[in-house]
């Protein structure tokens, strides 16, 4: 806390550093592996924990990984906006996952451990970033 405020980017990169930490492997071979590894069916339910525990995981895991962070930040009363999961494809690269977060006040930050981004979502536009923009923000 700074003079009472708390600073919402040191709470956005310590949850994003905490998920880099908690899954520093970011590989689909790796996750498949472990899939055939403990022999877990199609659609079967698998807690995040089965991959934070290893850390291994993909876009997905990091994802709702820092979504569930920031939920349970919210719920302490620690911060007062909005954490949602997002995902889309791009034809030739396939499918992708993110958490995004919307401030109090409507600014929109993208935390997307994998692609290695945190910022905000008109920043990750001007870097060539992954479309993260849903269609209202067009």
Known sequence: MENGDLKRDRILNAVYETVSEALPVQDENAVRDLIEKYELRNDVMVPLDFFLERGIGICRHSALA???????LKKDG???GKASIDRNSISRVGGHAWCRYTSFNGKVFILDVTLEYLGTLSNASKKGRWNYRRAEDF
Request: net charge neutral; hydrophobic share 60%.
């Open 78 to 80: 620690i911060i007062r």
């Open 66 to 72: 820092c979504g569930a962070l920031l939920e349970l």
